[in-house]
C-alpha cells in the first residue's frame, strides 16, 4: 500500500468540527438504508459523553472493512443518498477514546492509545443477527449533552422509519406543500470524484412549529438554520444532496437565491402583504429562475395593491395620488423589485399623460412606417446606432435595439421604453435640437453622448426625479472608464 493515515492528525483534524455534524454521519447512515427504526441515546459518562445509535436495518454492514477502511463504502452513489461514501462514521470514530461497531455476526472495537497516538482495533464474531449498533464515547464532551440531543431532536426521518431520542419519539413536522425545482446536486463517479450537475427534485415545505426557527434540511438532515432577516417560515427539506463545502454546514448564497426564486414563482399567491416584502423575496425577484412575467404580476399586486403607478415627477405624482392611485417611489425598492415594477406598474408620467407617454412599443408596432430601414440609413446614422449599442453595452444598460424614426413620438425627440429595452431616435427632431445642427453627422461625440446617457438614465427614472438624476450621475461615473474605448473603436465621433 502506497499511502498510510496520521491516526493523530485525523484526530485532531475532526476535533476542531463541531461535535453534532459528527454525530449526523450516524443517523444519516440509518436514513440512508431501508431502517425500521433509529434509536439515538445521548448520556453522560465519567469519561465522556456516551452516544448509541442502533438501526433496525436487518442485514447489518455489508462488509465488515467499510468500518475501518477511509472513503470506503458498499453504498451505490445516487444523488438521493445522504452520505458522502466512506467517510461519516469513520470521523465520528476518530475523536472518541473508546468506539465500538456491533453489526451482523462482527463487533468492531476502537480505542485510542495516547502514548502511541493510533487505535487499537479489536475485530471479534457476536450472535448479532440483524441491525448495527454504533456506540461511542467522546471524552471532555459531558457538558454537551443537552445541546447535541436537542440538535438530534431537529431531524426529520424517512417515512415510515421511527426515530427516537433519549426515549423520545420524533415525529415528522406537518407538511404544508412540495414544490419543484431545478438544482445543483453532487455525485461521485466510480473513482470517487465528486462533480455537480443540475437535476430536477422535490423541495418539501414543514411547518417548524411555534416559536422554532426555520432550518435548511438536505433530505431530513439539519444543515443550518435560515438567517433571521431572510424571514421565511417555512423549513426548506431539499430531496437530494446540496452542493456543501468539507464541513457540510454552509450553503452557498447562490444556490439560495436560486431556490428562493423558484419558491416565490409557485408560492407567491400564498404570501401575506408583509411576506411580500421580505430579504429572501428581493433575492427572488433578482434571479432568473425568477418569473418576472407570470408571478411578478401577482408579487406587485400582493404588495402594492391593484392600482398603483411609479412615482415620475413631483406634478405628475400628485397627479397621479389624486386621481386615487398609489405612487411607489422605486428608487426604495430592491434592484429586482425595481425590474418587477417595470414591466407591471406604468409610470405617474403615462398615467396622467397617456396620449403622450403611451407606448413606444405599441407606437411602433401599429404604425411601422414611421421606422427607417436600415437600408435607408446614411452613413452617419448607421455609425449612430453602432456607437450606441457599444456605449450600452460598455455601460452596463441592457439595450436591445435602437430604433430611428421619420416623426416624433411628442413630446420628446428620443425616448427610451423600458418594456422592450429599446432607444427610439427621432431623425427629423434632432435638426432642431438647439446648437446640434446636423446632429448625426456632426463628428462630435458629446453630442451623442449627451442624448444617450439621458435615455439611459430613464432606464431607472421616469420624468426627471430623484432616481433618474441618480442614475445619471452613476452612467457618467462609469462613462469615464469607457471612453478610451469608445474614442478608439468610434474614431469618426472623436
Not at 423520545?168 to 446536486?185: M, N, S, W, Y
Not at 450621475?473 to 469608445?486: E, N
Request: with cysteine.
Amino acid at each position: 500500500m502506497g499511502f498510510e493515515i496520521d491516526e493523530l492528525s485525523f484526530r485532531r483534524q475532526n476535533q476542531g468540527r463541531p461535535l453534532q455534524h459528527l454525530v449526523r454521519e450516524l443517523v444519516q447512515n440509518v436514513f440512508d438504508e431501508d431502517a425500521r427504526f433509529c434509536t439515538v441515546e445521548v448520556a453522560e459518562e465519567p469519561d465522556g459523553l456516551r452516544i448509541k445509535v442502533a438501526d433496525g436495518v436487518k442485514r447489518g454492514i455489508r462488509k465488515i472493512e467499510e468500518v475501518f477502511t477511509i472513503f470506503a463504502s458498499g453504498k451505490r452513489d445516487a444523488p438521493t443518498k445522504r452520505g458522502r461514501l466512506g467517510r461519516g462514521m469513520k470521523e465520528m470514530v476518530s475523536v472518541c477514546d473508546l468506539a465500538s461497531i456491533e453489526t451482523v455476526g462482527k463487533t468492531v472495537e476502537f480505542r485510542w492509545d495516547a502514548a502511541a497516538s493510533l487505535f487499537v482495533r479489536e475485530i471479534r464474531d457476536n450472535a448479532v443477527t440483524e441491525g448495527t449498533t454504533v456506540t461511542c464515547v467522546v471524552p471532555k464532551a459531558k457538558s454537551r449533552r443537552k445541546e447535541i440531543a436537542d440538535y438530534l431532536a431537529l431531524f426529520i426521518a424517512p417515512k415510515g422509519v421511527k426515530y427516537t431520542v433519549n426515549g423520545k419519539e420524533i415525529f415528522r413536522p406537518v407538511q404544508h406543500r412540495t414544490i419543484r425545482a431545478g438544482l445543483r446536486t453532487v455525485v461521485f463517479d466510480d473513482a470517487g470524484t465528486q462533480r455537480e450537475s443540475e437535476r430536477k427534485t422535490d423541495v418539501i415545505l414543514w411547518e417548524p412549529g411555534h416559536g422554532r426557527e426555520a432550518w435548511v434540511y438536505e433530505m431530513g438532515i439539519p444543515v443550518e438554520p435560515l438567517q433571521k432577516g431572510d424571514s421565511f417560515r417555512w423549513h426548506l427539506d431539499i430531496q437530494q444532496r446540496v452542493p456543501l463545502r468539507a464541513e457540510r454546514d454552509r450553503i452557498a448564497r447562490s444556490y439560495m437565491r436560486s431556490l428562493w426564486a423558484q419558491i416565490l414563482n409557485q408560492t407567491v399567491n400564498e404570501l401575506s402583504r408583509e411576506e411580500t416584502a421580505t430579504a429572501w423575496v428581493d433575492e427572488a425577484t433578482a434571479h432568473p429562475a425568477f418569473n418576472r412575467e407570470a408571478a411578478g404580476g401577482a408579487l406587485v399586486a400582493k404588495r402594492f395593491g391593484d392600482k398603483i403607478v411609479r412615482a415620475s415627477n413631483v406634478d405628475d405624482n400628485v397627479k397621479a395620488e389624486q386621481g386615487g392611485y398609489n405612487v411607489v417611489h422605486t428608487q426604495s425598492l430592491s434592484e429586482g423589485m425595481r425590474e418587477v415594477m417595470r414591466i407591471h406598474a406604468p409610470s405617474a408620467t403615462e398615467v396622467v399623460h397617456p396620449k403622450n407617454f403611451s407606448s413606444i412599443d405599441d407606437w411602433l408596432a401599429k404604425e411601422p412606417e414611421v421606422r427607417v430601414p436600415e437600408a435607408d440609413r446614411t452613413d452617419a446614422e448607421k455609425d449612430f446606432v453602432a456607437f450606441a449599442l457599444r456605449m450600452a453595452e460598455l455601460l452596463g444598460v441592457p439595450v436591445r435595439e435602437v430604433a430611428l424614426t421619420s416623426m416624433e413620438q411628442p413630446p420628446h425627440v428620443a425616448h427610451f421604453t423600458k418594456r422592450t429595452s429599446t432607444v427610439c431616435v427621432c431623425r427629423e427632431g434632432t435638426k432642431g435640437m438647439p446648437g446640434h445642427g446636423d446632429f448625426f453627422g456632426r463628428p462630435r461625440m458629446y453630442d451623442w453622448v449627451d442624448l444617450l446617457v439621458h435615455e439611459f438614465a430613464h432606464r431607472e427614472g421616469d420624468g426627471h426625479d430623484t432616481a433618474f438624476q441618480n442614475e445619471m450621475s452613476r452612467l457618467a461615473g462609469r462613462l469615464l472608464g469607457a471612453a478610451p474605448t469608445l474614442l478608439r473603436e468610434f474614431p469618426r465621433a472623436d
